[in-house]
């Protein structure tokens, strides 16, 4: 599918506010209503797009997250990738360049179980070998909820939860559509989702496969800093390219994302943290395949190791 300067200024806008209307987008980037509603309905449709609601970690009880590096022998890069994808605790996989084959992202309940998690992947075949970072802080996350901490969730009932699993599935469902699945009318519903979303428990965001359709380059990063870096971090988390970073405890002191558009501003954007003061050093990676990104789904709390072990064989 080719994409224009218009579709990919809409699915900008989306990934900032995936419930606006047509009628906003059409206005924010030239275009009628119509004709807004025509591309955005076409970029859905190709799969380059999904819009979806991203809950906050909190309110799933998610309290552990982790980053992986996996060594590949013995199996092809790909049927690696795909097994590791199968586990619910890794919502991120994907194929990158360099000395690690596969990356992945893990979020689970607590550490126990995020290193339940990593044994089973240590056991899958082709898995030559695992580095493990966990992560102590989230600096920047651009598919959560902005709030570091969500107001209290007592406030929210089953009802409240129904219509999350709705949105988790189409973020830009109609309130039409979801008031007559959770029983409550237009307005209530409309009410329900715009408290949730200004709560910080929920944000309506479009979720794209940077590494499809040539639309955009997306690279990895980690980071040794002087002392605890935290300015470093923040001038760094304040770059619009990064798309994500976290401080870790393992190899480094940090990792992260760039999202851009050609190989020169990636360059660009590596100089420039390199040139920050704080940072002793970068290395970096490109993301060759996202074999998946599943953020709106919920890990389990516990996983058995029997299932897990045949899920990723």
């Not at 994409?3 to 987008?25: C, K, M, N, P, V």
């Not at 194929?95 to 596969?102: P, Q």
């Amino acid at each position: 599918m080719e994409l224009d300067e218009f579709d990919l200024a809409l699915i900008e806008r989306l990934r900032i506010d995936g419930r606006a209307s047509y009628e906003s987008l059409g206005a924010d980037v030239g275009l009628s209503r119509t004709a807004a509603r025509a591309r955005v309905q076409r970029v859905l449709a190709s799969g380059a797009l999904r819009v979806v609601a991203m809950v906050h970690p909190e309110f799933d009880g998610i309290h552990a997250f982790g980053h992986l590096s996996l060594a590949v022998h013995g199996r092809t890069t790909a049927q690696v990738a795909e097994s590791v994808a199968q586990f619910p605790d890794t919502p991120f996989v994907s194929i990158v360049s360099g000395r690690h084959s596969i990356v992945a992202e893990l979020r689970s309940s607590d550490v126990a179980n995020l290193a339940d998690t990593v044994s089973l992947i240590r056991s899958v075949d082709g898995v030559q070998s695992v580095d493990t970072l966990l992560y102590t802080h989230l600096v920047k996350e651009s598919h959560l909820p902005a709030a570091q901490q969500p107001e209290s969730l007592e406030q929210f009932d089953d009802t409240d939860r129904r219509l999350l699993n709705l949105l988790r599935q189409d973020g830009r469902m109609p309130y039409a559509d979801l008031a007559d699945r959770v029983g409550l009318s237009r307005g209530a519903t409309r009410t329900r989702v715009l408290r949730l979303i200004e709560s910080g428990v929920v944000a309506i965001t479009g979720i794209v496969n940077p590494t499809a359709f040539g639309m955009t380059r997306m690279t990895g990063f980690q980071l040794h800093l002087e002392t605890d870096g935290a300015t470093a971090l923040s001038a760094i988390g304040r770059m619009a390219e990064v798309d994500f970073l976290a401080r870790t405890l393992g190899r480094c002191d940090a990792v992260g994302t760039l999202i851009t558009r050609t190989g020169a501003e990636t360059i660009d954007i590596l100089d420039r943290m390199r040139a920050i003061d704080g940072v002793r050093d970068l290395q970096s990676w490109t993301h060759l395949e996202l074999v998946k990104e599943q953020y709106d789904r919920r890990p389990l709390r516990v996983l058995p190791r029997s299932v897990g072990a045949g899920a990723a064989r």
